[in-house]
Every structure is written in C-alpha cells, then in structure tokens.
C-alpha cells in the first residue's frame, strides 16, 4: 500500500468511526468505564436535593448559609487495544476480511476513549509480541495506531495469546482498560487470563466469519493453513472430516467463553457479516 493509498484508508476509517464515537459511543464509554475515584473540585450553596453528607461543615458554620462540598470524577484511564495479526485474521467471505472490522472497532474504541481524554495503546501480537506502542492521549496518536492497524506485516502467522497476556501483565503496571481481538482460535491461556483479569478490565472480541465454523462439501481441495503454512489435501465430501473440524472449532470457542467468562471477563462475538456497532453498544450498555 503505498503513502497516499494509506492515508485516503486512514482518513475513510477515522471519519466512520469518529461519527460513531461522537455520536454514538462517547457517553456509553464514559458511563461503562468509570475513573478512578472522585477529587474535591469546589464548594457551592446548599441546593434542594443535595446530599447532606457533603455539607461542608467549616464553610457553612463561617458564612451562616448551608455549602455542601463538589466532587469530580477523577477519570485518567488507559486504554489498551490488543490485536491478534496472525495469518487466520485474513479470512474473509462476507465482503470483509476479518483484520478490516478489526481495525474499525479498534477505531471507535480509540476514538471514544479520546473523547473522554484517556491514554490509548497497541499491542500487535501472534505467537511474539509485534509491535507495542506505549498509551498516550491525542487525536494523532489514534491516526498512528490506525495505519499500524492496516499495514503491519507480522513477522509470524501462528498465535499465543498466553505470551501477548503476560506482555500485557509485564508492560501495565496500573489498572487499565483492555479489549482483545482475535479469532480465538487457541487454547492455554485461562490461568494467564485470570490473573490479568484481576488486576485489568479486560474484553474479549472474537471476530469470525461464519464460514469458518464448518467445511463445506465441495469434494477434495488443497488447503493452506495460514498459521503454518503447510498445504494438505483435504476431502470434504467426507462427513467424518466435516464433522471433526466443526468439534475442533465449537472445541476453542467454548474454551475462549469459558476462559473469559470464569476469569471475570467480558466478551463480545462479531461476526464479519453483522453490525458491530450493535454488539458493541450492547455490550456497553449491558455493563
């Protein structure tokens, strides 16, 4: 992709995904992930239906009129996006490959966490950590993570979301916010999951096409895997061979909700074809 085609890309996904998180987005997030705590902002007159627990005592006794103390929510959160760039995430039969909605929900993401003036960040992770970019506040800062979205070449096609977790545990000290894209086409990483989980606000977001969750019988074809690399002939006239993929794919995608869900995590399925905007507002609002 060359300079000018990328940034007509960057700037196609920056004004869909601003609209939503402008609109759409920003007061869901603002309302579902609250800050830290609350800091003393002023002191102001009693009003009806103030809560006489923040009377403040000194200033009502000097000037004879009740003052009850403000509070401000004390937001500063971090934001990390973790993003699974192994070779699965290019599959695509509904019009859109996998890493392209991926890149859109990071977007809004991104965007709504700006919005509400957070520090966002990226992990890029296969089966090693890709590339990490440090959270930091600021419109740029989101374009920057964008590009990296759409032109980063792995240097691996496998996954391990167990080594991407612990990079996270290693690299975020305090509490933050993480939403986690892949497929989820793996296994061993709960005992990871669960103790980031008890430190961080994590989100799983399993982005899948349908087609990926069973073969279809069109007789004996010569497959790629993408992780791999490895070409083999597969019959998929054969029930038994349908039926094995579709017990090895339904296998991991119980294991990611189990993982998730016991460790006190979130999840949310997008499916390519479907809107993620429902599925993510849905999520928001069901917190």
């Known amino acids: 992709m060359d300079t000018k085609e990328l940034l007509k890309k960057v700037r196609k996904i920056e004004i869909k995904t601003r609209r939503l998180s402008d609109h ?3 007061g869901e997030y603002h309302s579902t992930f609250k800050g830290r705590g609350m800091t003393f902002s002023e002191v102001r007159q009693y009003q009806f239906g103030d809560d006489v627990r923040n009377i403040d005592w000194n200033v ?39 890493d392209e909605i991926v ?21 890029l992770f296969s089966d090693e950590i890709e590339l990490f970019i440090p959270p930091k506040k600021g419109r740029s800062h989101v374009l920057r993570i964008i590009r990296e979205l759409l032109e980063f070449k792995p240097k691996s096609k496998k996954t391990n979301i167990s ?13 933050a916010i993480v939403f986690m894209l892949s497929d ?23 982005v899948f096409d349908k087609h990926e969750a069973e073969i279809p019988n069109i007789g004996m074809v010569q497959m790629q895997d993408e992780e791999t690399g490895e070409l083999i002939l597969v019959n998929t ?18 294991y990611y ?3 998730f869900t016991k460790s006190g995590a979130g999840t949310i399925d997008c499916r390519v074809d479907e ?5 993510l507002l849905g999520y928001f609002k069901r917190r």
């Open 24 to 26: 759409i987005f920003g």
């Open 60 to 98: 009502t006794a000097r000037t004879n009129e009740p003052h009850v103390k403000v509070f401000e929510e004390e937001r500063e959160l971090t934001m990390m996006l973790m993003a699974d760039v192994s070779g699965s995430k290019l599959f695509g039969t509904q019009n859109q490959f996998k």
């Open 103 to 123: 890149t859109e929900i990071a977007a809004t993401l991104a965007f709504s966490a700006t919005q509400n003036n957070d520090k966002i960040g990226l992990i």
């Open 163 to 175: 080594e991407a977790i612990k990079f996270l545990s290693n690299v975020m000290k305090k509490k």
């Open 184 to 206: 989820f086409v793996a296994d061993d990483y709960n005992q990871t999951l669960k103790i980031a989980a008890g430190k961080h606000d994590i989100t799983g977001i399993r």
């Open 237 to 254: 006239a054969s029930k038994k061979v349908r039926n094995n993929y579709s017990i090895f794919y339904q296998e991991k995608v119980e």
């Open 257 to 259: 909700k189990d993982a």
């Open 275 to 279: 809107s993620y905007v429902k599925k």
